[in-house]
């Protein structure tokens, strides 16, 4: 099975900086790959599918990128509630394995 | 709107079995593959399976294969997820999640979650 790793595991950065988390798998998924914001005790929300589609309603700071096995979220201001943890997804083919995560703290 | 409603918590004993329903609204349920992610406390996404609820097809992750059984009732736009002989490191939030298409794909719409836990 393709594995997906994130990193880095936690990340804490001050309000309005730029910040990037990487998601690496470990082996081609092409552009199959999402990014999903969950903040605690709430249910993950899809923020970017096909690598680099911002879904509807998802602000327009987030913004992803890469293809193949090298994937980036990128938030261009960070917000105060962009506090949460960061997923990536494959689902190129089964299984729709996820990274393990990159939590985002504010500093 | 779409929605996915889930049953409540529950608490299990090891050895025993669970099942979660997944109710769908607000689109062609037999439409759609429902999917089950889980979520350990303090853990990552994990993802479990699909049903294609059409056909009733499935497709387990490795891990889960011969232990989780996923089933539907179209009748009732109802998906199940039933986990047998639990163990405590079952112990998790189960999601039920789908998307506009077949197979595996991005969940734009998730279920609020079923707290299983598994303690003697």
């Known amino acids: 099975d393709i594995q997906m790793t994130q990193s880095p595991s936690s990340l804490s950065a001050s309000v309005g900086d730029r910040v990037t988390i990487a998601c690496r798998a470990s082996?081609?998924?092409?552009?199959?790959l999402a990014w999903y914001q969950q903040k605690p005790g709430k249910v993950p929300k899809l923020l970017i599918y096909?690598?680099?589609t911002l879904q509807s309603g998802v602000p327009s700071r987030f913004s992803g990128s890469g293809s193949g096995t090298d994937f980036t979220l990128t938030i261009s201001s960070l917000q105060p509630e962009d506090v949460a943890t960061y997923y990536c997804?494959?689902?190129?083919?089964?299984?729709?394995?996820f990274g393990q995560g990159t939590r985002l703290e504010i500093k | 709107q779409v929605q996915l409603i889930q049953s409540g918590a529950e608490v299990k004993k090891p050895g025993a079995s669970v099942k979660v329903s997944c109710k769908a609204s607000?689109?062609?349920?037999?439409?759609?593959?429902i999917h089950w992610v889980r979520q350990a406390p303090g853990q990552g996404l994990e993802w479990m399976g699909w049903?294609?609820?059409?056909?009733?097809?499935?497709n387990y992750a490795q891990k889960f294969q011969g232990r989780a059984t996923m089933t539907r009732d179209t009748s009732i736009s109802t998906a199940y997820m039933e986990l047998s002989r639990l163990r405590s490191d079952d112990t998790a939030v189960y999601y039920c999640?789908?998307?506009?298409?077949?197979?595996?794909?991005?969940?734009?719409?998730w279920g609020q979650g079923t707290l299983i836990t598994v303690s003697s």
């Open positions: 997804q494959k689902y190129n083919s089964a299984p729709g394995t």
């Open positions: 082996q081609g998924i092409s552009n199959y």
């Open positions: 096909a690598a680099s």
């Open positions: 607000g689109y062609t349920f037999t439409g759609y593959y």
């Open positions: 049903i294609n609820p059409n056909s009733g097809g499935t």
């Open positions: 999640a789908s998307y506009y298409g077949s197979g595996l794909g991005a969940f734009d719409f």
